[in-house]
């Protein structure tokens, strides 16, 4: 690396615990700064690298100590694990950072921008309301199976029957129960509302944004999946690797929906990307066939982004 030292920094909400190092491996220093003290004392430092485990907070942190002339890195936190040495402790957990850094064979993760920042942000909110909304009704359909009523799944069949519950007066349902089910009524009611917000506003940031509008054309790519890719991917400066389970999980799972659900229409049609994948179904399984379609997906995904293209059946051949 350009930089003589290596500082790794283990984060906290209010005590930050950083290890310095040589870039040949002796230590340099060894101190505990608070958050208000840490960017102060890193206007007194010549450039360094600055290595932290790459979190929710370590993007804000990147941000400033770039805007100070430092060289900043971003490690995933389960590839550091391997680097320590002794028993866990703060400063332990700091040298660990700065030797994984320091050995440079991990590859570090982006630092977001506060746009990427804040598209992470909306698709993890819309994500948290769609799983109270589906745990609300999961809910609430096993506490009616309990009473003798079985519901079919899904948002709409409990938004259409619990009205047509509640004023049922010969289905044995208690006051206590009925009580208690329109409050869920009115949760459910507010949930969709808000989802319903949230994928409005997915529609309208597609609509607008160019690198989602190609990545629509993608097949299996809706708003969603292509908004989620983009703010995963960045500018697609990353080098992919495979589908494994160490990547992010949500993303995988979507694109493995939307890789599913475009296997299950490639039956008899004659363009590159059908004839690819139906030769892997034959000559390994639906499953298999599934991820390896998800993995070329993401691929193309990344052409796109990364060389600003545009989808073309082309894309699909080997």
């Known amino acids: 690396m350009s930089a003589l030292t290596i500082t790794g920094i283990d984060l906290a ?18 101190l505990k700064l608070t958050r208000f003290q840490l960017l102060h004392w890193m206007a007194q430092k010549p450039q360094m690298t600055v290595a932290m485990e790459a979190c929710g907070a370590s993007h804000h942190w990147a941000r400033e100590i770039k805007k100070l002339g430092h060289q900043v890195v971003l490690l995933p936190a389960q590839h550091v694990k391997a680097y320590q040495r002794r028993q866990k402790n703060d400063y332990n957990d700091a040298q660990a950072i700065a030797e994984a850094c320091q050995h440079g064979t991990i590859r570090p993760v982006p630092v977001k921008t506060l746009e ?48 047509e519950l509640l004023e049922d007066a010969d289905n044995g349902l208690t006051d206590v129960m009925r009580a208690l089910l ?39 790519f809706g708003p969603l999946v292509s908004q989620a890719i983009k703010s ?42 059908s004839v690819w994948v139906n030769r892997i179904r034959e000559k390994r399984g639906f499953n298999r066939a599934v991820v390896a379609l998800a993995n070329k997906l993401l691929r193309i995904a990344w052409v796109i982004i990364a060389r600003h293209e545009v989808y073309s059946p082309v894309m699909a051949k080997n």
């Not at 930050?16 to 040589?22: A, C, E, K």
């Not at 804040?118 to 698709?123: E, H, N, Y």
């Open 116 to 163: 990427q920042q804040d598209l992470q942000t909306f698709l993890k909110m819309r994500q948290l309301v769609s799983m109270e909304r589906t745990q609300l009704i999961n809910h609430v359909r096993g506490l009616l199976a309990e009473y003798g009523i079985v519901l079919n799944k899904g948002a709409t069949e409990l938004r259409q029957k619990l009205p």
């Open 232 to 273: 995963w991917m960045g500018d697609g400066k990353q080098v992919l690797l495979g589908i494994t389970k160490r990547g992010n999980a949500w993303v995988r799972s979507m694109l493995i929906h939307g890789s599913r659900a475009v296997l299950f229409r490639t039956g008899g049609k004659t363009d590159p990307l």
């Open 13 to 30: 909400k209010t005590k930050f615990y950083l290890f310095s190092t040589h870039e040949h491996g002796k230590q340099t220093e060894k």
């Open 182 to 220: 329109h409050r869920q009524l009115i949760r459910l009611t507010a949930l969709g509302d808000e989802l319903e917000w949230y994928n409005s506003e997915q529609k309208k940031y597609v609509r607008h944004d160019p690198v989602c509008q190609r990545l629509l054309e993608i097949p299996g």
